[in-house]
């Protein structure tokens, strides 16, 4: 009797750990979420600050020789 009484206990203590741990992967899977989230929200805003100093360089670097002389050409 000691030994089934042992083994429901162990049975009992195994399905509280089980219940625990898929409790910690409800919650883990979540935080993935959010976590995934908020990268592609960073990603965006890597790009759009990207294109935008690629677009300001363009705007601030000095003309070069060829386009000052093609520019005189056309007009």
Request: a negative charge.
């Amino acid at each position: 009797m000691k030994e089934l009484d042992a083994l429901q206990q162990e049975f009992e203590r195994w399905r509280f750990r089980r219940k625990e741990l898929e409790g910690d992967l409800r919650e883990l899977s979540r935080e993935e979420h959010d976590v995934l989230k908020e990268l592609a929200r960073v990603e965006g805003q890597i790009s759009y600050y990207d294109s935008l100093e690629s677009d300001m360089k363009r705007e601030l670097e000095p003309p070069r020789l060829s386009d000052l002389l093609s520019s005189l050409r056309k007009r």
